[in-house]
């Protein structure tokens, strides 16, 4: 049996790019598995000869998935310092345009740090034309540019093209699609990245989120359901409970919900997000400022999360019904209009300004 075998071979400081070529392909011949001539490349070529850089770009990425900003300024740290080490390191050129991608978008930084993510992902793709780290890196800055969105999925199409497993990339192909609103094209691949990983939480709950879209509550509950075992603190998922209370007209119900789970999620700024959208349906207007004002505090940035509207429309909105009067509200929609006018191919903008206009009716 392949996984009870021994191995023997002994690990070094020189040549461990080597021992991971061997396993790989003695894994291949015993799962009968033919390698295509470009993944051979790939597991046998040195993505560099410092261990050092391997070890910061391991250490980096590990950092970056936590999706945080502080570890994200950490990520980018570590993947500099494999890049001192080693110059021409491809994945680490990848990585740090990942990062710039997130700065913009995430977390809230200027958003000329898109043009340093292209600019850095193109450099991964000089020096690695056949990884697909630099392809994907290439097309998760395009999709935060306005008008970029065909060079985006070209770029992801790309790096799956170089490897069918890979996960991210499949995965950001399923949000080019329902970023357009473009649901059920989107959810083939939200599929096929959750089949590559099932035990990762991103695919399974984008899929659950999707068939909510569609209006395939059965569909979208057994997603649901896969996401909330993988990460039990999922917010949308959490709140669904007071969504169905909404649905059943009790309004007391879905507060206590909403309140219940941003009590046990302090300073989450989607929980806050969702939980003021939960308020202003339930008509309980002054909880729902709370929230959103408090969402805002936590993370000032305008980013969209699928699962709610943008804080500051949701604020807008909130305050509109109260007696604070809809200053916010215009402001709130007059960013939403400059999204458009640079040329925004995405839906929630459109999303977002068709519910600030109707809130006032």
């Not at 080597?18 to 894994?27: C, E, I, L, Y």
């Not at 310092?81 to 740090?96: N, R, V």
């Amino acid at each position: 049996h392949l996984w009870a075998e021994t191995y023997d071979r002994r690990l070094e400081v020189d040549n461990v790019f080597a021992v991971q070529t061997d396993v790989a392909r003695r894994v291949a011949r015993a799962l009968e598995a033919t390698l295509r001539p470009e993944e051979e490349d790939r597991i046998s070529g040195r993505p560099t000869e410092s261990l050092a850089a391997y070890d910061l770009y391991l250490q980096a990425r590990d950092v970056y998935y936590r999706f945080e900003d502080e570890a994200n300024e950490e990520a980018i740290r570590l993947f500099r310092s494999a890049l001192d080490e080693d110059p021409d390191y491809a994945l680490a050129w990848a990585g740090i345009a990942n990062a710039f991608s997130q700065r913009a978008f995430r977390y809230g930084r200027p958003l000329a740090w898109r043009d340093s993510a292209v600019r850095y992902a193109r450099r991964a793709i000089e020096l690695g034309p056949e990884l697909p780290e630099g392809h994907r890196a290439l097309g998760l800055a395009y999709s935060i540019i306005p008008g970029r969105g065909e060079a985006a999925l070209e770029a992801h199409l790309r790096a799956l093209e170089l490897d069918p497993n890979d996960l991210a990339a499949a995965n950001n192909i399923g949000v080019h699609y329902l970023d357009l609103g473009r649901f059920d094209e989107a959810i083939p691949w939200f599929r096929q990245a959750a089949r590559l990983a099932p035990n990762i939480f991103i695919p399974t709950s984008f899929s659950a989120y999707t068939y909510d879209a569609l209006g395939l509550d059965r569909l979208a509950q057994k997603w649901r359901e896969r996401a909330l075992v993988l990460d039990p603190d999922l917010e949308w998922h959490r709140l669904r409970p007071a969504v169905l209370a909404l649905y059943g007209e009790d309004r007391q119900e879905a507060l206590s919900r909403a309140e219940e789970f941003v009590r046990g999620v302090p300073g989450n700024a989607d929980a806050l997000r969702g939980a003021a959208a939960i308020a202003y349906m339930a008509r309980d207007f002054e909880r729902a400022v709370g929230y959103a004002r408090e969402s805002l505090r936590v993370e000032p940035a305008l980013r969209w999360n699928p699962w709610w509207h943008d804080a500051p429309i949701l604020l807008g909105i909130c305050l509109l019904k109260s007696a604070e009067g809809g200053e916010a509200l215009r402001e709130a929609i007059a960013e939403e209009e400059r999204r458009i006018e640079e040329g925004s191919e995405l839906f929630p903008p459109r999303l977002h300004l068709a519910a600030a206009h109707a809130a006032p009716g």
